[in-house]
């Protein structure tokens, strides 16, 4: 690292944009920005993984202008604005590759943004989890001195109804844990959205400015809640990550960090040594200026490659050992590759051998079981044929006994097979008989039921309409009231039927009137329904029509009365709105009225008395007051006149310490430049030097085989 003293002229790029470093004082920080989450991806440890990572270090972009790479060479310096340099902010933002993506992942590459607005799988709607997360956020606030920075004090109530105040105080602290050097300049809803998709919020569209108007709302807290919990949680990554806490597992991810690590100490001392060097200083001053640095970061890098280094030579014992192996094995494949096959055929005759054997298992077992069984119902047959044949004997016995011929047996069989027959007709005839009485009964019964059901229906209309009982309205002394008459007699069914065969029931016993007959449709009820009922019935029926008419006729007359004194109240009521409407006015109008005037007269009596205050005291010093005035106007014209020349010489002098600290940037990085284009050549020249002895190994090494 030395200083040049000479430009490169026109071949120095322009600044673009992000170019443009925020300096918030007379000089800018060193110290690196804190970066964002890391994104770990999966990295085997293999062999030609490093040789991917060494032909990515070879296309590391340039800083030349003249090929397609970009370049960091400055051309013309542009001036940064007012608020970059008082809104400065130390995210990190990671610059993009020209040759496209290598296989070697940063440890500060971000995630994509992916595209829509994602559902937020948190269940942010539920009371139990929305009072887990607030609790959190709570010990994690008191846990860092939150009122002490805000000069807030905290409570439930922020993270339960908070007010818009609550949460610009909560959003900020927290914002100042992930970037300390940031200020806040513009109102709430403002500042919120930029800041969000800066830190990639995954949920940043459901974040609207409306919603930032009303943030403890019910319809929008939650989703506030959720976001203040996901930057605490930030924050406390980003905490653990300055502490150190996530370098094993970077390891376990195959990312280098102590070499970062290493790499960055030196560069950041390196460069504060060479900044604090004299302007005057030569190369050899530099070089022995800035050895020690080096000195300690090759001794760094050989400490923390010295396992690397035992590990690979292991691994090289290792591999010559297998390699020997693996050449033995290829003599002796031709006999094991012969022993394979015939491991695997006896393997297959195992395989059917055991399927051959568990079937005929199966098969032995159940003929087994068969056996057992036949062998049982053949000794049940045997003693079956046994008892039949002593029975046979025993009647042939009997038989001859008697003296009966085989002629008189022949016939008493077919006697008593025909009587048989008899039998079995008639029963079957008197089965149907009586399944065709029983349907009846079931009927009949049927239809007595609904017969009682529809008297019952009959009286209670009759008592709703006044004409049960004979003293009713309508009845006119008589009786209307519908009787079912049902013979409640002894059980029939018994005598018919026959005691034995069936029981009888209640039901078909009142179907009749004595033991032989039924009853007759005019019995059953004790009124005339066709006659006399139903004459009485169509003259009510005419008398209530008469009578309907004439009430119709009324309600008719009532109602065009009512709709008349409807409308007279509701024009009264128009009138009485407007005179409360007048009245209200006229109030509000006194009202207004009194409290100018009384504010008026108020404001008069202090305005008056102020001024005879001020006047009385002006009248005491007026004559004090000029000459103290005039004195002082003498001093503030000297001093403005000393402090214009004293401006405009610090700022000639800043002019010029800002050129000169402009121009000792921009030759450090053309030195820069000069030096990473002559490592890349040397890489390139030593990788293919390497790949090219390696390549000659190999046709060796397949000459020797051959």
């Known amino acids: 690292m030395k200083r ?13 944009a992000s170019h443009v470093r925020s300096i918030s004082g007379s000089r800018a920080s060193l110290a690196p920005p804190r970066p964002s989450q890391p994104l770990f991806q999966q990295r085997s440890s293999s062999g030609t993984n490093l040789a991917d990572m060494g032909m990515s270090s070879v296309k590391r972009t340039s800083f030349q202008n003249n090929s397609d790479r970009k370049s960091y060479a400055p051309g013309n310096m542009g001036r940064p604005s007012q608020d970059s340099v008082e809104r400065r902010s130390s995210v990190y933002r990671s610059r993009a590759s020209a040759n496209g993506p290598t296989p070697h992942q940063s440890f500060f590459q971000q995630a994509p943004q992916p595209a829509g607005a994602p559902a937020d799988p948190r269940p942010l709607r539920d009371r139990n989890y929305q ?17 002490m920075d805000m000069k807030v004090t905290l409570g439930q109530n922020m993270v339960k109804s908070p007010t818009g105040k609550d949460f610009t105080y909560m959003f900020q602290w927290l914002y100042r844990r992930i970037d300390p050097s940031y200020r806040f300049q513009k109102s709430i809803d403002q500042e919120v959205p930029p800041i969000l998709q800066q830190l990639r919020y995954p949920y940043h569209k459901s974040i609207t400015k409306s919603s930032l108007a009303a943030v403890g709302s019910a319809n929008s807290w939650h989703l506030f809640l959720g976001l203040l919990h996901w930057m605490m949680q930030l924050a406390q990554m980003l905490d653990g990550y300055s502490n150190n806490q996530y370098d094993q597992a970077c390891v376990e991810n195959g990312i280098d960090v102590p070499s970062d690590r290493v790499v960055f100490r030196f560069l950041s001392g390196a460069y504060q040594t060479w900044l604090a060097m004299d302007e005057d200083a030569d190369d050899d001053d530099q070089d022995r200026i800035l050895a020690p640095h080096v000195d300690a970061m090759a001794q760094e890098f050989d400490r923390s490659n010295a396992k690397y280094l035992d590990e690979m030579h292991i ?85 001859d006994d008697q003296g009966i011929s085989m002629a008189d047996i022949d016939r008493m069989n077919s006697e008593r097979e025909r009587l048989q027959k008899g039998v079995e007709s008639t029963s079957l005839r008197l089965e149907e008989v009586k399944k065709k009485v029983a349907e009846k009964e079931v009927e009949a019964s049927r239809k007595l039921d609904e017969l009682e059901r529809l008297v019952d229906r009959y009286n209670s209309l009759g008592y709703q309409i006044g004409l049960i009982p004979n003293t009713a309205i309508n009845a006119k002394g008589k009786d209307y009231e519908l009787q079912v008459v049902v013979n409640e007699g002894p059980n029939f069914s018994s005598s018919q039927m026959g005691a034995s065969n069936s029981g009888g029931s209640p039901d078909s016993d009142r179907l009749l009137a004595d033991p032989v007959t039924g009853y007759q449709p005019a019995h059953i009820l004790n009124l005339d329904l066709r006659g006399q009922v139903k004459t009485s019935f169509l003259g009510l029926r005419k008398e209530i029509s008469e009578r309907r008419t004439v009430a119709m006729d009324e309600m008719m007359k009532h109602h065009d009365l009512l709709d008349g004194i409807k409308e007279a109240i509701e024009d009264k009521k128009g009138e009485v709105e407007a005179l409360e409407h007048r009245v209200r006015a006229a109030e509000e109008e006194y009202e207004k009225t009194k409290e100018v005037t009384t504010t008026q007269k108020l404001a008069s009596d202090a305005q008056i008395e102020k001024t005879e205050k001020e006047l009385a005291k002006m009248r005491a010093g ?30 000639e002098e800043l002019h010029t310490e800002i050129e000169k600290m402009l121009n000792d940037i921009i030759k ?36 020797d085989m051959q």
């Open 622 to 651: 007026l004559t004090e007051s000029v000459q103290l005035m005039e004195q002082r106007e003498m001093n503030t014209n000297i001093e403005y006149e000393q402090l214009t020349l004293r401006a405009n010489s610090l700022r």
């Open 131 to 147: 009072k887990n997360i607030g609790q959190e956020l709570l010990d994690y606030m008191a846990a860092n001195n939150f009122e």
């Open 668 to 703: 450090f990085k053309v030195h820069i430049q000069k030096n990473l284009e002559d490592y890349e050549g040397f890489v390139v020249d030593e990788v293919e030097h390497e790949l090219g002895d390696d390549g000659t190994t190999e046709d060796t090494q397949d000459v």
């Open 4 to 16: 040049s003293n000479s430009l490169s002229g026109s071949n120095n790029a322009p600044f673009t």
């Open 315 to 399: 691994l090289d014992a290792e591999h010559e050992r297998l390699q020997k192996e693996i050449e033995t094995l290829e003599k002796s494949g031709s006999d094991v590759a012969k022993l394979d096959r015939e491991f695997k055929i006896m393997e297959d005759d195992k395989i059917k051998f055991e399927e051959f054997d568990n079937l005929m298992n199966q098969k032995s077992q159940k003929y087994e079981a068969r056996v057992q069984f036949l062998q049982e119902e053949l000794s049940k047959v045997l003693l079956e044929l046994k008892e039949a044949d002593n029975e046979r004997a025993s009647l042939q016995k009997a038989v």
